[in-house]
């Protein structure tokens, strides 16, 4: 089966670096994406990694290494709009198509 | 550029009643995807369909459940004789290519059973 395990909670203050992390066990693997949600609201896609390494968009980054089945998402200069759930999602080939697998969430919290 | 639309945003029904969930993908979208999200729980696949066609299944409960996506209109979820259990956020999310890794998510719909 497939399994994705990420920290429950993390605080941070704003201004500061926050890393969240993400590892899985899985059969099928074909990347690794990220998605925010704020309370109440729809999940909001933020990255994919498909090979191993760091792609940067804006303050936030996101890495990947298959071999260790591990990724992290990194968030630069907190903002207190940032506090929100990040979901790592596993995309995996499964039943004849693509599914994307998500993890239980990390709630951040973002302390001024 | 509309997003993805999902009606109603909040539906009650009492145990036992029908539940028709419907979602309106991104314009130009033809792949729609139906999750179930659990309070403090991460999204959970359901389904997903291509116009006039279910291409995976295999998240669906298989009673009760049913999803369809016409030529014209909407796509539907519809969850027969509800039961308490039933009671979470459905999220619809679409994409512009098959088996696209970037979904776009509609509002959800959340749904309680009374």
């Known amino acids: 089966g497939q399994s994705l395990e990420q920290p429950s909670e993390v605080t941070a203050v704003e201004g500061a670096i926050v890393q969240i992390n993400c590892t899985y066990q899985t059969s099928g693997f074909y990347g690794l994406s990220w998605y925010q949600q704020h309370d109440g609201g729809a999940p909001t896609f933020l990255s994919y990694?498909?090979?191993?390494g760091l792609e940067e968009t804006g303050r936030f980054s996101s890495f990947l290494s298959r071999s260790d089945s591990y990724g992290y998402l990194l968030l630069q200069e907190l903002q207190m709009k940032d506090s929100a759930s990040y979901f790592c999602a596993v995309r995996e080939w499964m039943d004849s198509s693509y599914k994307l697998i998500f993890g239980s969430g990390t709630r951040l919290l973002v302390r001024p | 550029n509309a997003g993805v639309m999902q009606n109603p945003r909040h539906l009650v029904r009492r145990r036992g009643q029908e539940a028709r969930l419907r979602c309106s993908p991104m314009k130009g979208h033809s792949h729609v995807y139906w999750y179930r999200q659990l309070p403090e729980e991460g999204l959970k696949f359901m389904v997903y369909?291509?116009?006039?066609?279910?291409?995976?299944e295999s998240g669906m409960p298989k009673e009760r459940f049913s999803a369809e996506f016409p030529k014209e209109g909407p796509s539907i979820l519809r969850i027969q004789q509800v039961v308490r259990g039933d009671s979470a956020a459905y999220f619809c999310?679409?994409?512009?290519?098959?088996?696209?890794?970037?979904?776009?998510f509609g509002p959800g719909t959340r749904l309680t059973v009374t």
């Open positions: 999310a679409s994409s512009l290519q098959r088996d696209n890794h970037e979904q776009y």
């Open positions: 990694n498909a090979l191993d």
């Open positions: 369909l291509q116009k006039e066609n279910i291409i995976d």
